[in-house]
């Protein structure tokens, strides 16, 4: 199987402008060493590239009378106007701040608000870089788009003796610690058509040594931390600016209040750090929440394991595997994939008990190093 750019990649679906420059594609250009790169390798293979920043809704863009504001985002957009000029490239700048503040944040604020504990870069990708992003691009004579995600993408053979299946997989990038295919189990078949991933193929440093190859003054930027578009903030000082604290009970197996929690939706299943207990004989961990009765419960390590759960939503990147199936899961992104059964009811038994199984987290399904999709965890 071959990556997605290589010299064949004129003759894909949908082609139309194999010209001198070859392919006309619309990097998402973040400012960081990952995206630069990737415009930078599909510069060097003869495409059209055109960078593109996308303005993001800021978590830092209001500030109180007499206080500075610091835009995060400012500093990024110059990184990638310094890549482009290196390239040669144009950069656009589209302002996505209200749909990033739509789509994704106060989807995310809504998760929290019911106590579910959701993944705001699965549908920063969903809404945005492959929804909003994308169709720009197309509508703006693209032919394809490029991030810079860790996953490989490649097109489906013929086998014999089967119908032809066409189109593409997904698959794990050859930097394990990397790989981002977890965050795109969203994506379908005729958004794939329009999308490269130039790095999938590199590990980490040989993408900083290609970008000081290229002579990118990005090329020992650190890697972003922190949700897509909020950065680096204490998540539960954000969650308190748009959900008002609620004090409750902290409970352990046996029934006894042992604690006080300031808020519930502030917690997550499986955690350590941060309840507010005393009694000297930890450590604690939350293993469920009670909304209704504002109760978060705790127990020992050994109380996070379950073998089952429910899965809604599911997309597929290819056709629907016939149920039951075996799958490998992730339940989520730092986690190992876990052997299991997905029924038709779309229920994911384990084989073996899993840590920590979180409603609102995305489930992915895999088989080897293909994506086969996803879906959330109820």
């Keep these: 199987m071959k990556s997605q750019i290589n010299k064949t990649v004129c003759s894909e679906p949908n082609q139309t402008t194999c010209g001198k420059l070859g392919p006309t594609v619309y990097v998402a250009m973040s400012g960081g060493v990952d995206s630069s790169v990737a415009a930078a390798l599909l510069k060097k293979q003869d495409f059209d590239v055109i960078g593109v920043f996308m303005k993001p809704w800021s978590a830092y863009a209001k500030a109180s009378a007499g206080q500075a504001t610091f835009c995060p985002w400012k500093e990024d957009r110059e990184d990638a106007m310094r890549v482009a000029a290196v390239l040669k490239i144009p950069l656009l700048t589209w302002d996505f701040s209200k749909e990033y ?33 994308l169709k720009r691009a197309l509508k703006g004579g693209a032919n394809y788009i490029a991030t810079g995600h860790y996953v490989i993408k490649v097109k489906m053979k013929n086998e014999k003796g089967k119908r032809n299946l066409g189109g593409f997989k997904l698959l794990q990038a050859k930097d394990k610690n990397k790989d981002q295919s977890y965050f795109l189990w969203t994506l379908t078949q005729e958004q794939l058509k329009h999308c490269l991933f130039p790095i999938g193929d590199y590990i980490k440093p040989e993408v900083r040594k290609l970008a000081k190859k290229f002579k990118l003054s990005n090329c020992d930027k650190k890697d972003s931390q922190g949700v897509c578009f909020i950065g680096p903030l204490d998540m539960k000082d954000f969650l308190k600016k748009y959900i008002k604290p609620r004090e409750g009970n902290i409970v352990d197996r046996d029934g006894k209040t042992i604690g006080r929690h300031d808020g519930i939706y502030y917690y997550t299943i499986g955690q350590r750090h941060g309840l507010n207990i005393s009694n000297g004989k930890g450590p604690y961990f939350i293993i469920s929440k009670d909304i209704e009765k504002n109760i978060i419960y705790v127990g020992r390590d050994r109380d996070l394991g379950e073998k089952e759960t429910k899965i809604t939503g599911i997309s597929w990147i290819n056709r629907k595997p016939k149920l039951p199936a075996e799958v490998y899961v992730k339940i989520r992104y730092r986690s190992t994939s876990e052997r299991a059964i997905l029924s038709k009811s779309n229920t994911v038994r384990f084989i073996e008990p899993v840590r920590a199984i979180t409603s609102g987290q995305s489930a992915v399904f895999y088989k080897g190093r293909e994506l086969l999709g996803g879906g959330i965890i109820d």
């Design 101 to 133: 503040k739509k789509e994704v944040t106060d989807y995310m604020i809504r998760e929290y608000r019911i106590g579910r504990t959701p993944n705001p870069d699965v549908m920063c990708n969903k809404e945005i870089k492959f929804g909003l992003f």
